[in-house]
T-cell receptor
């Protein structure tokens, strides 16, 4: 079966670092995507990993371990505007399988 | 900039009505997708299309159909709307290629009364 798990909610303080974990068990794997979704808006692409290791993009980094079926999204120097849902999605052929999303609230 | 336009942001319909949700893209991408998003369930794939006049069932196609007569337009049809189809509907496009992301429209929040 297909299963993608991520925490439902997280909270953090402005300026801090937060790590959002994602574990997956899927029949196929062609990469893992992270999306950000603000309330009432469309998901927007953040990062893509297909090989093991860390991909860094400014304040955001994403890590993948294929052998462990594990990824995380690391957000540094948190800002209030980072309050949003973060969606982990595994690519199987040309389809995406989404987790239920992690709602992050950043407090001053 | 990628542009994916969904015809309505909010829509209210009655049980039993035939409902059309439209999605238009200006990127000439072959692949288009329809999802619904519900609290606690995430995004679930309803139907997708790889090309004009082609369609494939996703994970939850029951109660829905689709139409792709032109490359830029992908329509989702609720044949006879029911209250359990109240949801946020998201259209996405995808160019193809492993590292390419799907790009989403702003969504249609559909309420069936």
């Amino acid at each position: 079966g297909q299963n993608i798990d991520q925490p439902t909610e997280m909270t953090a303080t402005e300026g801090a670092i937060v790590q959002i974990n994602c574990t997956y068990q899927t029949s196929g794997f062609n990469g893992l995507f992270w999306y950000q979704q603000h309330a009432g808006e469309a998901p927007t692409f953040l990062s893509y990993n297909v090989l093991d290791g860390l991909e860094e993009k400014g304040r955001f980094s994403s890590f993948l371990s294929r052998s462990k079926g594990y990824s995380y999204l690391l957000l540094k120097e948190l800002q209030m505007k980072d309050s949003a849902s973060y969606l982990c999605a595994v690519k199987d052929t040309d389809k995406l399988i989404f987790g239920t999303g992690t709602r992050l609230q950043v407090f001053p | 900039d990628v542009k994916v336009t969904q015809s309505s942001r909010y829509l209210v319909k009655r049980t039993g009505e035939k409902v059309f949700l439209e999605c238009v893209q200006d990127m000439d991408h072959e692949n288009m997708f329809w999802y619904r998003q519900d609290p606690g369930l995430g995004l679930r794939l309803i139907y997708f299309s790889y090309d004009v006049k082609m369609k494939e069932k996703g994970d939850i196609p029951e109660g829905y159909s689709v139409s792709r007569e032109k490359k830029e337009r992908f329509s989702l049809i609720l044949e006879s709307a029911s209250t359990n189809q109240t949801s946020m509907y998201l259209c996405a496009i995808y160019r193809g290629g492993h590292s390419q992301p799907q790009h989403f429209g702003d969504g249609t929040r559909l309420s069936i009364l």
